[in-house]
């Protein structure tokens, strides 16, 4: 009947109410760390449009998607994503 009000709020610990990665970012990392990711975005996108990559850019706005809807930040897996999108440039295939 009558709960511990420390047992209502337990379930709460560790969640500020960040429901997107980006809000998350910019809560707890601010503004240098977002502009990090989002830099890599927007050089993937530029790289996919000077090569005409359409596979890269469609993979970019898939990428940037999961990152707008949901929590997907500070895993290993989203730094090597964002690593490879910042860096990988297609090779020209010489015909």
């Not at 500020?16 to 990711?37: C, D, P, V």
């Not at 596979?55 to 895993?75: A, D, G, S």
Request: charged residues 15%.
């Amino acid at each position: 009947m009558g709960q511990n009000p420390k047992e209502i709020m337990d379930w709460n610990i560790g969640n500020f109410g960040y429901s997107t990665s980006m809000g998350k970012i910019l809560g707890e990392n601010g503004l240098y760390i977002f502009i990090l990711y989002l830099s890599s975005i927007i050089k993937s996108v530029y790289t996919g449009i000077k090569y005409k990559s359409i596979k890269r850019i469609f993979v970019t706005f898939m990428i940037f998607y999961l990152f707008i809807t949901t929590l997907f930040v500070n895993t290993y897996l989203l730094f090597f994503i964002m690593s490879v999108l910042f860096i990988a440039i297609p090779r020209l295939i010489k015909r």
